[in-house]
């Protein structure tokens, strides 16, 4: 069983560092595919607490190799941060590798994202200003700069010169910001490469590889299929192909080789920054969500808008991904309601929605068509068999399971490892 993609299901933070994490103790190698450090994925390894925002959420294990892909959007200064904050926690990095292939993030990315969602006002996306829309939008427009490109200093500030030909003039003149230095870039860069030229390599051939070698290979996503630029509820999404189609492309790896699809479901929705979400609770409901469960961005810190469980997305996400099973996480923070809601459609003008209307003004403006199930009103945290879990409970994920059209597989009733629940 080589290949298997992790995808989150809904707007992100679904809990896939900790669903990662877990399964990879029977992987090989962990591979990160798309975004940036726009991620963040919460680990929690006995009383410590890690948050991986580039590197893989497999590399708590001495023996797994974990692999930056081509697809990945690298801010070269945050890798080394994150690198030498596992070591100084006696964490070895020696199996960690990072693609030639895959895009910098430039200093001059993080103004612009900024500067960006400035001039949108009212209307922004509310991004994590970590230039990952810039980086992707300059990969596209064949003016990024590569991992690769910092291994020859000469090329580098060849390519740096070129795109800040661009850059400069649109910050200077359409932001009214002060242009960026060539010189300080290359020197920054080129005491970042010395840090990382021993992780660079053709990452592609290397889990190809070992893929060959029938080696188990974790292709961990991050964010979620709504924030798909494809697949998303664009133009609220991130810059990349989060669905499971985008870990071929952004590992280099073909289909074939995939044996698993896991989507990851939180037992609520919740999203970071704007757009559309029909089933968010803006009232004491969505507070008490927020507050047990602790949704507070990871990497921003942000208040993440909380909402009732949406059975018209994991279809979508089933229908964009081909998930093989699920695994259903936070399920304890709904432990506090005598009742919960179950989305299982929308409304919109008298007609019903079962599947994710494809028109934007439907998304918006949609009015979510609930089911309502008993509560359980006890703490799971200390369960670890399906059978022990309370009746209500099991209905709920039963529920889930039967509008989804894809099997449970794990259940987690808390942030640590071993609070997780699996069924054959
Ligand atoms: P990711 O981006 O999908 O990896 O998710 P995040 O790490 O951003 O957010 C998930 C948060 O929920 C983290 O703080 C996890 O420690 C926590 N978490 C994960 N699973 C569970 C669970 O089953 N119950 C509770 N209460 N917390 C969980
Ligand atoms: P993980 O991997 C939740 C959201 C941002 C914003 C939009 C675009 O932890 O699930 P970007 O900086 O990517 O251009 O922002 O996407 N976003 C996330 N929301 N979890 C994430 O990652 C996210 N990464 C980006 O809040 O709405
Ligand atoms: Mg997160």
Redesign the pocket.
């Known amino acids: 069983m080589p290949g298997i993609i992790l995808i989150?299901t809904q707007w992100?933070?679904?809990?896939?560092?900790?669903?990662?994490d877990l399964l990879a103790n029977d992987m090989d190698m962990v591979v990160r595919y798309q975004g940036g450090d726009n991620?963040?994925?919460?680990?929690?390894d006995g009383n410590q607490?890690f948050?991986?925002h580039l590197i893989p959420?497999g590399i708590l294990y001495s023996h797994i190799t974990c692999v930056i892909g081509n697809g990945v959007v690298v801010n070269p200064k945050v890798l080394i941060g994150e690198l030498d904050g596992l070591e100084a926690r006696g964490i070895s990095t020696d199996k960690f590798l990072v693609s030639c292939n895959a895009h910098l993030v430039m200093p001059y990315h993080l103004v612009l994202d900024g500067a960006r969602e400035l001039k949108l006002g009212k209307s922004e996306i509310g991004t994590t200003r970590k230039g990952i829309g810039p980086a992707y939008s300059d990969k596209t427009s064949r003016i990024g700069l590569r991992v690769q490109d910092m291994l020859d200093m000469k090329i580098f500030r060849k390519k740096l010169e070129a795109a800040l030909n661009e850059k400069n003039e649109i910050l200077t003149k359409i932001y009214g910001f002060k242009p960026f230095d060539a010189d300080k870039i290359v020197a920054d860069y080129g005491g970042y490469a010395e840090r990382l030229e021993k992780y660079i390599a053709d990452t592609s051939l290397v889990i190809n590889k070992a893929l060959d070698e029938g080696k188990n290979v974790f292709f961990e996503g991050?964010?979620?299929t709504l924030l798909d630029i494809d697949h998303g509820t664009y133009p609220f999404v991130t810059s990349s192909s989060p669905v499971s189609g985008g870990a071929c492309v952004g590992a280099g790896v073909g289909p074939r080789r995939i044996d698993k699809v896991v989507g990851?479901v939180?037992?609520y929705v919740t999203r970071v920054g704007s757009g559309p979400f029909p089933t968010e609770l803006d009232n004491e409901t969505g507070d008490m969500i927020r507050e047990?469960?602790?949704?507070y961005?990871?990497?921003t810190g942000r208040p993440r808008r909380c909402g009732w469980f949406d059975a018209v997305i994991l279809r979508y996400a089933n229908m964009v991904s081909g998930l093989t099973e699920i695994a259903v996480?936070?399920?304890?923070?709904l432990s506090q309601f005598e009742k919960i809601k179950i989305c299982v459609g929308y409304e919109y003008e008298g007609k019903m929605y079962d599947n994710f209307p494809s028109h934007q003004t439907v998304i918006h403006k949609c009015i979510p068509v609930y089911e309502e199930v008993d509560g359980w009103m006890e703490s799971l945290?200390d369960i670890t068999n399906y059978d022990d879990l309370p009746k209500a409970a099991q209905k709920y994920l039963a529920r889930i399971e039967k509008l989804g059209g894809v099997p449970i597989k794990m259940?987690?009733?808390?942030?640590?490892r071993r609070?997780?629940i699996f069924r054959d």
Request: charged content about 25%; overall charge positive; proline content about 2%.
């Open positions: 989150g992100g933070d679904e809990g896939k560092g900790k669903v990662t991620a963040g994925h919460t680990v929690i607490e948050r991986f959420s991050a964010q979620g990851v939180k037992a047990k469960g602790g949704e961005g990871t990497t996480t936070k399920l304890d923070v945290n259940i987690s009733v808390g942030p640590k609070q997780i």
